[in-house]
C-alpha cells in the first residue's frame, strides 16, 4: 500500500534542504559575489563596470590607509579579548567552583549577560553623550577635581580607544562567561573530587583538569570573539565621526570598506577588495588557531 | 498512510521555509546598515474605488513632508509616500545608493547641498529641461538652476536659496562695543583680520565667559564658499588658499579660546542659543555670534533661542558665503515619472507653493485638515527664503513687523537675503565635496586639539583623499611652518 514509493534515507535530505538554499542563497552567493566585484571597478553612482584584475588589491596595499585599518583592528580586538577572557575565565572559575559555592550564580550571570541585550548602537551614542565636551564625564570629573579642565575625551586617540574597547569587554564577557562556565560544569566532579582528596591546589586542578578539558570550548571562543572583532564595526563607528577619528584611529576594516562603499561613487569593487582581505585574513588566523590548539597524541 | 501524511507535512514546512527565504532576498539588498530612525511606515494605499497613484518620497528631513500633503490636497488622486532618514552620519546618501538597482528605489529624492553633485552628475536622474521655463517665469536664482544642471541637462531644482549670514547678540555687542546697531557691528567684524580684534574684545570684556563663536567648525563653509576653484580640476584634488586659510583661521580662535568649543549640532552647541551653557566648572558660559544661512533661522536658531527671542540681529558678517540646501530630483527609473515631475514642479517652481511655503500658511492645522494623520509638530513656519526672485519681492514686505522681525530685534532677514541671494556662485560645487570635506573635519579636531601637528593633519587628509578616490591625482601637502 506504500503507494508514494518514499525511502527512509530521503528525509534527512529533506529536513537539511532549507538550510542548504539559505546557506547558498545568503552565504555563498555573496561570497562569490563579493570575490567577483573585487576584481571589478563597479560604483553603485554608474551603469558601467569593468574588470581591472588585481588592480584594488594593489591600491590597498599602497595606500597605507587599509594596513593602518588592520593594525586598529588587531590592537582594539586584543587589549577588549585579553581582559575578557581573564574576567571570564576568573568568574566562571568562581563561578563553578566546588569549595566555594557561591549563592545565586544565575542572577550573576544573567547581570553580566545584560549589555548584550542592548543595541551597540544605542550604547555608542550613550557614551558619544557622556563623554563630550559639555557632557556630564567633563563635569563630574572637573568638579571632583579629577581634570584641571574640561577635555576633548573623544579627541584623545588612547581616550577614545579605551572606550571602544571597555564597551566591547563590557558587552561580551557575560558571554563569554556563559560559554566557559557551560565547558566548566560539563566536566565531571568527580575529577576535581579525586584532585582534592591527592591535595591538588585550586590553580594545580585550574592547570591540569580545567584548562585541558576546556580546549574545544575556548578554541570556539578564540575564534568566534576572532571573527567578531575582525568585523568590528557599529561602536566605533556610531561612537565617533563614522570615520574612526580621532586620525582614523578607530578606523576599522570594516569602517574603512564602509567609507570605500559610502563614498561620493559608492566603490563597491574597491570595498569588496577589503572584504576579500578581511576574509582571506581571518580565515587564516582561524586555521592557526586550530593548529596551534590541535589535540596534541 | 501516516507515512505519506508526514511526507506532506514535511513538504510544507520546507516549501515555507523556501518562502520565507525568498521573501527576505528581495528585502535584503536594500538594507546594508540600518538606518538611525525608523523608516515611516509605508502605508500601502488603501483599496479604493480609483486606484491612487502611489509616489514614493524620500528625504532626509521632514521639511518636504509638508509640501506633499498640500500637493496630495490637490491633487486626490496621488498619494504620496514620504520616508525620512537622516543624514547626520551619512545615512540617507548611503541608504540612497544601497537601492539603486533594487525594488525599493523611491520616484522623487530630495538632495542636500552636500551631495547633490554627485547625483546631478550620474545617470540615475531623470532630465528635467522641461521645467526650466517655469524658473524663468519665476525668476528663480541662477545658483540654484546651476547646481542643479550638470552639462546642459538640468535634473535638480530646489525650493530654496541658501545664502548665508552672521546672527549676534544685540545685549553682548552693547555691553561690549557700546552698541548694537547692524552697521557698526557689521565694520568690526567686516574682515577675517577684525573679526580676530573683535574676538578679543568679547572676551576681555566678559573675563573670558563670552565666546565669539560657538565654534570654528560653521566657518568652514564660509570659507569654502569664497575658493578661487572648486575641490577637483582635471582629476587633480585643488588644495586653494581659502582652506588653508581656513585651517589658519581655526586655530587661531581655538588658541585664542574665541569659541565654546562645543562641536556644531551638540547640546552645548544648542545650549548656546538659548544662554543655557554651563561648562564643566558650572560657570555660565555665552556665545555672541552663530554663522548660520537661510534655513538656519526658522530652523535652527529660532526654535533653539528659548527667552532671547529679540535680542539677536543679522549681518554679513565676515565673508559672503551660501551653505546647504535642498534639491529635489527624480529617477529616471520611476515608473510614474510625469506625476514626479508634476510633484517637483509644485514643490519647486510653483509660485502659489513656495509663498505659502515661506508665509507660514503650512500650518499644522491647516495640515491636519488634509490628512488627520499628519504628526502634531509637521509644520512650516514662515521665513524659508524661496528661490524665486518673483516670489521674495512679492512677500519681502510682509515681513516687516512678523515674529521674525521682533525676533531680529526689527530687521527683515527677508530684505537682507535678498540682497545677498543673487550674488550666490554655484560653480565650486562637485560631486566628491561631501567626502573630501568629512575628510578633512575628522584630522582637522584632532590638530586643533593638538593631538596631531598640522603637517600630521595635511598628510592624513590627503592619504584618506587618495584612499577614498584612487583615481585622483593629489598634490604635495601645504608647507607649515
Request: proline content about 6%.
Given at each position: 500500500?506504500?503507494?508514494?514509493?518514499?525511502?527512509?534515507?530521503?528525509?534527512?535530505?529533506?529536513?537539511?534542504?532549507?538550510?542548504?538554499?539559505?546557506?547558498?542563497?545568503?552565504?555563498?552567493?555573496?561570497?562569490?559575489?563579493?570575490?567577483?566585484?573585487?576584481?571589478?571597478?563597479?560604483?553603485?553612482?554608474?551603469?558601467?563596470?569593468?574588470?581591472?584584475?588585481?588592480?584594488?588589491?594593489?591600491?590597498?596595499?599602497?595606500?597605507?590607509?587599509?594596513?593602518?585599518?588592520?593594525?586598529?583592528?588587531?590592537?582594539?580586538?586584543?587589549?577588549?579579548?585579553?581582559?575578557?577572557i581573564g574576567i571570564a575565565m576568573l568568574l566562571s572559575i568562581w563561578f563553578t567552583s566546588a569549595r566555594l559555592r557561591i549563592r545565586a550564580v544565575g542572577i550573576w550571570r544573567?547581570l553580566f549577560?545584560?549589555?548584550?541585550?542592548?543595541?551597540?548602537?544605542?550604547?555608542?551614542?550613550?557614551?558619544?553623550?557622556?563623554?563630550?565636551?559639555?557632557?556630564?564625564?567633563?563635569?563630574?570629573?572637573?568638579?571632583?577635581?579629577?581634570?584641571?579642565?574640561?577635555?576633548?575625551?573623544?579627541?584623545?586617540?588612547?581616550?577614545?580607544?579605551?572606550?571602544?574597547?571597555?564597551?566591547?569587554?563590557?558587552?561580551?564577557f557575560?558571554?563569554t562567561v556563559i560559554i566557559l562556565m557551560a565547558g566548566m560544569t560539563a566536566i565531571p566532579i568527580h575529577l576535581y573530587e579525586a584532585a582534592m582528596v591527592d591535595g591538588a591546589s585550586g590553580f594545580q586542578m585550574f592547570r591540569r583538569i580545567t584548562l585541558p578539558l576546556l580546549?574545544?570550548i575556548l578554541?570556539?571562543?578564540?575564534?568566534?570573539?576572532?571573527?567578531?572583532?575582525?568585523?568590528?564595526?557599529?561602536?566605533?563607528?556610531?561612537?565617533?565621526?563614522?570615520?574612526?577619528?580621532?586620525?582614523?584611529?578607530?578606523?576599522?576594516?570594516?569602517?574603512?570598506?564602509?567609507?570605500?562603499?559610502?563614498?561620493?561613487?559608492?566603490?563597491?569593487?574597491?570595498?569588496?577588495?577589503?572584504?576579500?582581505?578581511?576574509?582571506?585574513?581571518?580565515?587564516?588566523?582561524?586555521?592557526?588557531?586550530?593548529?596551534?590548539?590541535?589535540?596534541?597524541? | 498512510?501516516?507515512?505519506?501524511?508526514?511526507?506532506?507535512?514535511?513538504?510544507?514546512?520546507?516549501?515555507?521555509?523556501?518562502?520565507?527565504?525568498?521573501?527576505?532576498?528581495?528585502?535584503?539588498?536594500?538594507?546594508?546598515?540600518?538606518?538611525?530612525?525608523?523608516?515611516?511606515?509605508?502605508?500601502?494605499?488603501?483599496?479604493?474605488?480609483?486606484?491612487?497613484?502611489?509616489?514614493?518620497?524620500?528625504?532626509?528631513?521632514?521639511?518636504?513632508?509638508?509640501?506633499?500633503?498640500?500637493?496630495?490636497?490637490?491633487?486626490?488622486?496621488?498619494?504620496?509616500?514620504?520616508?525620512?532618514?537622516?543624514?547626520?552620519?551619512?545615512?540617507?546618501?548611503?541608504?540612497?545608493?544601497?537601492?539603486?538597482?533594487?525594488?525599493?528605489?523611491?520616484?522623487?529624492?530630495?538632495?542636500?547641498?552636500?551631495?547633490?553633485?554627485?547625483?546631478?552628475?550620474?545617470?540615475?536622474?531623470?532630465?528635467?529641461?522641461?521645467?526650466?521655463?517655469?524658473?524663468?517665469?519665476?525668476?528663480?536664482?541662477?545658483?540654484?538652476?546651476?547646481?542643479?544642471?550638470?552639462?546642459?541637462?538640468?535634473?535638480?531644482?530646489?525650493?530654496?536659496?541658501?545664502?548665508?549670514?552672521?546672527?549676534?547678540?544685540?545685549?553682548?555687542?552693547?555691553?561690549?562695543?557700546?552698541?548694537?546697531?547692524?552697521?557698526?557691528?557689521?565694520?568690526?567684524?567686516?574682515?577675517?583680520?577684525?573679526?580676530?580684534?573683535?574676538?578679543?574684545?568679547?572676551?576681555?570684556?566678559?573675563?573670558?565667559?563670552?565666546?565669539?563663536?560657538?565654534?570654528?567648525?560653521?566657518?568652514?563653509?564660509?570659507?569654502?564658499?569664497?575658493?578661487?576653484?572648486?575641490?577637483?580640476?582635471?582629476?587633480?584634488?585643488?588644495?586653494?588658499?581659502?582652506?588653508?586659510?581656513?585651517?589658519?583661521?581655526?586655530?587661531?580662535?581655538?588658541?585664542?579660546?574665541?569659541?565654546?568649543?562645543?562641536?556644531?549640532?551638540?547640546?552645548?552647541?544648542?545650549?548656546?542659543?538659548?544662554?543655557?551653557?554651563?561648562?564643566?566648572?558650572?560657570?555660565?558660559?555665552?556665545?555672541?555670534?552663530?554663522?548660520?544661512?537661510?534655513?538656519?533661522?526658522?530652523?535652527?536658531?529660532?526654535?533653539?533661542?528659548?527667552?532671547?527671542?529679540?535680542?539677536?540681529?543679522?549681518?554679513?558678517?565676515?565673508?559672503?558665503?551660501?551653505?546647504?540646501?535642498?534639491?529635489?530630483?527624480?529617477?529616471?527609473?520611476?515608473?510614474?515619472?510625469?506625476?514626479?515631475?508634476?510633484?517637483?514642479?509644485?514643490?519647486?517652481?510653483?509660485?502659489?507653493?513656495?509663498?505659502?511655503?515661506?508665509?507660514?500658511?503650512?500650518?499644522?492645522?491647516?495640515?491636519?485638515?488634509?490628512?488627520?494623520?499628519?504628526?502634531?509638530?509637521?509644520?512650516?513656519?514662515?521665513?524659508?527664503?524661496?528661490?524665486?526672485?518673483?516670489?521674495?519681492?512679492?512677500?519681502?514686505?510682509?515681513?516687516?513687523?512678523?515674529?521674525?522681525?521682533?525676533?531680529?530685534?526689527?530687521?527683515?532677514?527677508?530684505?537682507?537675503?535678498?540682497?545677498?541671494?543673487?550674488?550666490?556662485?554655484?560653480?565650486?560645487?562637485?560631486?566628491?565635496?561631501?567626502?573630501?570635506?568629512?575628510?578633512?573635519?575628522?584630522?582637522?579636531?584632532?590638530?586643533?586639539?593638538?593631538?596631531?601637528?598640522?603637517?600630521?593633519?595635511?598628510?592624513?587628509?590627503?592619504?584618506?583623499?587618495?584612499?577614498?578616490?584612487?583615481?585622483?591625482?593629489?598634490?604635495?601637502?601645504?608647507?607649515?611652518?
Amino acid at each position: 500500500m506504500n503507494r508514494f514509493g518514499i525511502r527512509k534515507d530521503y528525509h534527512g535530505y529533506l529536513f537539511i534542504t532549507p538550510f542548504i538554499l539559505g546557506f547558498l542563497v545568503f552565504g555563498l552567493y555573496p561570497v562569490i559575489n563579493t570575490l567577483t566585484l573585487s576584481f571589478t571597478d563597479t560604483t553603485l553612482m554608474s551603469r558601467e563596470a569593468s574588470f581591472i584584475g588585481l588592480k584594488n588589491f594593489q591600491r590597498l596595499f599602497a595606500d597605507d590607509f587599509f594596513m593602518k585599518a588592520v593594525r586598529n583592528t588587531w590592537v582594539l580586538w586584543i587589549l577588549n579579548f585579553i581582559p575578557q577572557i581573564g574576567i571570564a575565565m576568573l568568574l566562571s572559575i568562581w563561578f563553578t567552583s566546588a569549595r566555594l559555592r557561591i549563592r545565586a550564580v544565575g542572577i550573576w550571570r544573567a547581570l553580566f549577560y545584560l549589555p548584550n541585550l542592548l543595541m551597540p548602537a544605542a550604547i555608542a551614542r550613550l557614551f558619544f553623550s557622556l563623554f563630550s565636551f559639555y557632557g556630564p564625564v567633563n563635569q563630574f570629573m572637573v568638579q571632583a577635581g579629577i581634570l584641571g579642565e574640561a577635555m576633548h575625551f573623544l579627541q584623545d586617540i588612547s581616550v577614545t580607544r579605551g572606550i571602544v574597547v571597555f564597551i566591547q569587554w563590557w558587552m561580551w564577557f557575560g558571554q563569554t562567561v556563559i560559554i566557559l562556565m557551560a565547558g566548566m560544569t560539563a566536566i565531571p566532579i568527580h575529577l576535581y573530587e579525586a584532585a582534592m582528596v591527592d591535595g591538588a591546589s585550586g590553580f594545580q586542578m585550574f592547570r591540569r583538569i580545567t584548562l585541558p578539558l576546556l580546549k574545544p570550548i575556548l578554541i570556539f571562543i578564540f575564534v568566534t570573539s576572532l571573527v567578531g572583532g575582525m568585523q568590528m564595526f557599529d561602536i566605533p563607528y556610531m561612537l565617533t565621526d563614522g570615520r574612526g577619528s580621532p586620525v582614523y584611529s578607530t578606523m576599522t576594516n570594516n569602517i574603512l570598506m564602509y567609507m570605500k562603499f559610502s563614498s561620493s561613487k559608492g566603490h563597491i569593487g574597491a570595498a569588496s577588495s577589503v572584504g576579500v582581505l578581511v576574509f582571506i585574513m581571518t580565515s587564516l588566523c582561524a586555521m592557526g588557531i586550530f593548529y596551534f590548539l590541535r589535540e596534541r597524541d | 498512510m501516516r507515512k505519506s501524511v508526514l511526507y506532506l507535512l514535511s513538504l510544507l514546512v520546507v516549501a515555507s521555509m523556501i518562502l520565507a527565504a525568498c521573501g527576505g532576498a528581495t528585502e535584503a539588498p536594500a538594507e546594508p546598515a540600518e538606518p538611525a530612525a525608523p523608516a515611516e511606515p509605508a502605508e500601502p494605499a488603501e483599496p479604493a474605488p480609483t486606484e491612487k497613484t502611489v509616489l514614493n518620497v524620500w528625504s532626509f528631513t521632514n521639511e518636504i513632508r509638508t509640501m506633499a500633503i498640500a500637493y496630495e490636497a490637490k491633487n486626490p488622486n496621488v498619494d504620496v509616500v514620504y520616508t525620512m532618514i537622516p543624514m547626520t552620519d551619512g545615512e540617507y546618501q548611503t541608504k540612497l545608493k544601497s537601492s539603486l538597482g533594487t525594488s525599493d528605489i523611491p520616484d522623487v529624492i530630495a538632495l542636500e547641498a552636500a551631495f547633490v553633485k554627485e547625483w546631478v552628475e550620474a545617470d540615475f536622474l531623470a532630465d528635467l529641461n522641461d521645467l526650466l521655463p517655469l524658473t524663468e517665469e519665476l525668476q528663480t536664482f541662477p545658483a540654484v538652476v546651476q547646481v542643479g544642471s550638470h552639462e546642459g541637462v538640468t535634473k535638480g531644482y530646489s525650493y530654496q536659496a541658501t545664502p548665508g549670514a552672521f546672527f549676534y547678540r544685540r545685549s553682548i555687542a552693547t555691553e561690549c562695543f557700546g552698541t548694537d546697531d547692524p552697521s557698526e557691528v557689521q565694520a568690526l567684524v567686516a574682515d577675517l583680520d577684525k573679526f580676530v580684534e573683535t574676538a578679543a574684545t568679547i572676551q576681555e570684556c566678559s573675563g573670558g565667559d563670552y565666546f565669539m563663536v560657538g565654534t570654528s567648525a560653521a566657518m568652514f563653509n564660509p570659507f569654502l564658499a569664497n575658493r578661487a576653484q572648486p575641490w577637483i580640476v582635471d582629476d587633480t584634488l585643488i588644495i586653494d588658499p581659502m582652506v588653508e586659510a581656513y585651517i589658519d583661521f581655526a586655530k587661531v580662535m581655538r588658541d585664542g579660546d574665541y569659541e565654546s568649543q562645543a562641536s556644531q549640532w551638540s547640546e552645548g552647541w544648542f545650549a548656546g542659543m538659548s544662554d543655557t551653557l554651563v561648562d564643566a566648572e558650572g560657570t555660565p558660559k555665552r556665545i555672541f555670534s552663530y554663522f548660520l544661512p537661510t534655513w538656519g533661522l526658522p530652523y535652527v536658531l529660532m526654535p533653539n533661542s528659548g527667552e532671547t527671542g529679540g535680542d539677536w540681529a543679522m549681518i554679513d558678517g565676515p565673508l559672503a558665503y551660501q551653505w546647504g540646501g535642498t534639491w529635489v530630483g527624480a529617477m529616471a527609473d520611476s515608473p510614474n515619472i510625469d506625476v514626479a515631475k508634476d510633484f517637483i514642479a509644485f514643490v519647486a517652481l510653483d509660485e502659489e507653493n513656495l509663498t505659502n511655503w515661506a508665509t507660514g500658511v503650512y500650518t499644522n492645522e491647516y495640515l491636519a485638515a488634509i490628512d488627520p494623520e499628519v504628526p502634531e509638530d509637521q509644520a512650516q513656519a514662515p521665513g524659508d527664503f524661496v528661490s524665486s526672485q518673483v516670489v521674495v519681492e512679492k512677500i519681502t514686505a510682509s515681513f516687516d513687523g512678523s515674529e521674525l522681525y521682533e525676533w531680529l530685534g526689527g530687521q527683515n532677514n527677508y530684505e537682507a537675503f535678498g540682497k545677498a541671494a543673487p550674488k550666490v556662485n554655484g560653480a565650486l560645487l562637485t560631486g566628491s565635496d561631501d567626502a573630501i570635506q568629512r575628510a578633512l573635519e575628522t584630522v582637522r579636531d584632532a590638530y586643533l586639539n593638538g593631538e596631531i601637528t598640522e603637517a600630521e593633519m595635511w598628510q592624513q587628509w590627503l592619504d584618506s583623499v587618495r584612499s577614498e578616490f584612487p583615481e585622483l591625482l593629489i598634490p604635495d601637502p601645504p608647507a607649515t611652518d
